[in-house]
């Protein structure tokens, strides 16, 4: 496997990995990365990966746990400091875990395996503050201890401060400070004998040394003797905690489990950063790659591939230097990152799971085992043909190179046919063109060849399957200047056969590059028609949309209109309580007419004059023309004027003279009776009221008012209303089959 990484590269794929990993954990494992044992496992990372790319996790603030893990295992004891540091790094794991707990079933899978190491984080957070330092609450007997230190401590800084001013001018400058972990004061050298006690210390120029006065001396041995029991405790404190974590047995999988989140992160942040895809898996020998690039390269060519049992191998060829062996590390590299579960180089891939991969790209050549770039070619050759199944994947650069040109042909056919009859897939490369022949004829083999611009002497990198290749040696030696004799010599010596097989490829590539311009047309115009067509229904899309916002406003002013013609009509009933009738009809007409559906515009109607009386159907009366306005006429229709197109009018009557008394009076269908039944005294009277005003208003007279028998109160108080009412002219009750003194019948003044 290390010759085939280094083959193919796939070391890069693993740097970039390592830069793209958090922890120290995951970026050891992504450098030795190695392809998966089984297909289940690679579609699990590959799923994984999937995941994260979906939802961004970080693992920030984890580091190694692995040294501290294995010191405190073995029984040491650790610093409070790196204690401390454990405790923040699963701090920082158990909050990941609640974090991708809900969060696909991959991620939820791995964040399961966390642990929430509930009793060393308890007592880490119980025994040691944020600096790693044992707190005073540690233990009773640390508390106990440390609650004696400080009186002590401050009993020998004041005899000490006493000391300074009894002796100022022994002092070399005033202040107390510590000296073998006892406290001291600096005294000149020149007044040492003048104080009493210990010298433990001087400066580098022997003016100033630095004193424990006697008087101190045995408090600074209590505070010495505090401080050991102290450390014993703090010692005994830490080594609890390391005992703890040392026996923590959740540990090994949360450290399993966080590395492997972080190679699914680091997975999924080179997908994105090198816009992979996501390949399927297959265990059929199915290689189907869609716009295949090689990760490595910088501005790569993408080419289509496919491996299957119909064609299994495929044979190319073409000159030096045109992006043969790129594209078959593009292959290899393709299969190694999927066996990975990584994502692929590629717009879609379907990928098989290979049980061996064979790679034979470059010099293996080795002085040491005295072999030969040829030998080690043949030994190569020689574990495929022992050692190949039906599920493995051959990658063969130059067959045949590097020996006879004629029988290397012959070695590389029997090799090819070898793969054939394990029905090995494979990429094989060569410049052979006996093999160019065999490949054409042979069933499961196809030939192929790397584009070639002889105009510009450049590689264009684009793979073309179905023919093959030319070398080009010749036509680039003369556009290079090569000496046109030499040339022509070359063609001599190449002999008719050569130069036919020669002429018959340029041939056939004339035709290729034919049918690729004529293929690029028509598929311009096709995506021309598509781009129309495109646009066509996104037009008509448009306007079906405008059509729909257009059918909404109109319904939305609609209600608007009948919502508010109803309020009017509303309001004016509500008037007509107070105003009576006469007044309300006219605004009612008036509304009627502003809010009918307008009709299609009729020729003018002629005749129509000042004083001609008309037939007025949509409100069922005559009325008289007192004014013409172009297309409209403004009546008289009793005490109501009103304008009415004169499409909808009907002429009557020539207009008559003025008569000298009376009025011209006009029958409506407004009904004879009013029916006051079940009605208080107070209702029927402004019921009355309004009727006789409408009543008044339409020149109909006589009307009948039925109000029942009953107890008379109902008509007497009729009675004394319309005796009061100025437009009645009499009253009387009906003729007894018609009613009797159920019924009063009313004489309107006319």
């Known amino acids: ?406 029988e290397g042909a012959a070695l590389s056919q029997a090799f090819v046919e070898g793969l054939l009859a394990k029905e090995v897939r494979g990429l094989i490369t060569t410049h052979l063109s006996p093999l160019k022949a065999f490949a054409q004829d042979t069933p499961g083999v196809r030939n192929a060849s790397m584009r070639f611009d002889l105009e510009n002497l450049r590689p264009t990198y684009q793979l073309v399957v179905g023919a093959p290749g030319r070398s080009y040696a010749l036509s680039i030696a003369q556009r290079l200047g090569f000496p046109q004799a030499e040339v022509e010599r070359a063609k001599e010596l190449l002999g008719p056969e050569g130069g036919r097989l020669e002429r018959l490829l340029a041939s056939l590539e004339a035709e290729r590059e034919r049918l690729r311009t004529q293929s690029q047309a028509a598929q311009t115009q096709q995506q021309e028609a598509a781009r129309l067509q495109q646009e066509l229904t996104q037009q008509l899309a448009e306007l079906a949309k405008h059509k729909e916002r257009l059918l909404e406003e109109a319904r939305v002013a609609a209600e608007q209109v009948v919502q508010e013609a109803q309020e009017r009509v509303r309001q004016t009933r509500e008037r007509s309580k107070t105003q009576g009738q006469g007044q309300v009809l006219q605004e009612l007409l008036l509304l009627r007419n502003q809010y009918q559906r307008p009709e299609k515009t009729a020729p003018l109607k002629t005749g129509f004059r000042v004083g001609s009386v008309v037939d007025v159907p949509e409100y069922g009366g005559q009325g008289t023309i007192v004014e013409l306005r172009s297309q409209e006429a403004v009546l008289q229709m009793g005490a109501v004027r009103l304008t009415v197109p004169l499409a909808r009018l009907q002429l009557k009557e020539e207009p008559r003279p003025p008569k000298s008394a009376g009025r011209v009076q006009h029958k409506t269908k407004i009904a004879t009776e009013l029916n006051l039944r079940g009605l208080t005294v107070e209702e029927a009277l402004l019921a009355v009221d309004d009727y006789l005003t409408e009543a008044k208003a339409t020149a109909t007279t006589p009307v009948r008012l039925l109000h029942g028998k009953g107890t008379g109160a109902l008509r007497n108080a009729l009675r004394d209303s319309l005796k009061r009412d100025r437009r009645v002219e009499n009253f009387h009750d009906a003729v007894p089959h018609e009613g009797g003194h159920g019924v009063t019948v009313v004489h309107l003044k006319v």
């Open 1 to 406: 496997m290390h010759k085939i990484v280094e083959s193919l590269d796939f070391d890069r794929i693993r740097r970039a990995l390592v830069e793209r990993a958090s922890t120290f954990m995951g970026q050891e494992a992504l450098a030795s990365l190695l392809p998966k044992n089984s297909i289940a496992e690679a579609l699990t990372l590959q799923a994984t990966v999937a995941e994260a790319l979906a939802y961004p996790y970080r693992l920030g603030g984890i580091s190694d746990l692995r040294p501290a893990l294995a010191s405190a295992r073995e029984g040491l004891r650790l610093e409070g400091l790196q204690l401390r540091e454990v405790a923040g790094s699963l701090e920082s794991a158990v909050a990941l875990k609640h974090e991708l707990l809900e969060i696909g079933d991959y991620l939820k899978a791995l964040a399961v395996r966390i642990g929430e190491h509930t009793f060393f984080l308890r007592r880490i957070r119980e025994c040691l503050d944020e600096a790693g330092n044992v707190r005073d609450d540690a233990t009773p007997r640390l508390r106990e201890i440390r609650r004696r230190v400080n009186p002590l401590r401050e009993q020998i800084q004041d005899r000490l401060q006493h000391l300074m001013d009894r002796n100022p001018e022994a002092i070399q400058e005033r202040f107390i400070t510590i000296r073998r972990d006892r406290y001291v004061v600096p005294v000149k050298a020149s007044f040492q004998n003048k104080i009493s006690g210990i010298i433990l210390d001087q400066s580098d120029s022997g003016l100033t040394v630095y004193m424990e006065p006697t008087s101190v001396v045995p408090l600074n041995n209590q505070l010495a003797s505090l401080k050991l029991e102290e450390d014993a405790e703090v010692n005994r404190v830490l080594f609890e905690l390391s005992a703890i974590l040392g026996n923590d047995v959740e540990l090994d999988e949360t450290l399993q489990s966080l590395t492997e989140l972080d190679i699914a992160r680091a997975a999924a942040n080179l997908a994105e950063d090198w816009q992979l895809a996501r390949p399927r898996l297959n265990q059929d020998g199915l290689y189907r790659l869609k716009a295949a690039r090689h990760p490595l390269i910088t501005n790569p060519i993408s080419n289509d591939l496919e491996l299957s049992q119909e064609h299994r191998i495929l044979l190319i060829t073409g000159p030096n230097m045109g992006g043969k062996t790129a594209f078959l590390k593009t292959l290899g590299l393709a299969v190694l990152m999927a066996q990975c579960g990584l994502f692929v180089a590629a717009e879609r891939a379907e990928i098989a799971f290979p049980d061996q991969l064979f790679v034979d790209i470059g010099d293996q050549q080795s002085i040491q085992e005295s072999l030969s770039t040829f030998a080690a070619h043949v030994l190569q050759l020689k574990e495929v043909l022992i050692s190949a199944t039906p599920h493995s994947l051959v990658l063969i650069d130059e067959l045949g190179s590097g020996t006879d040109p004629e």
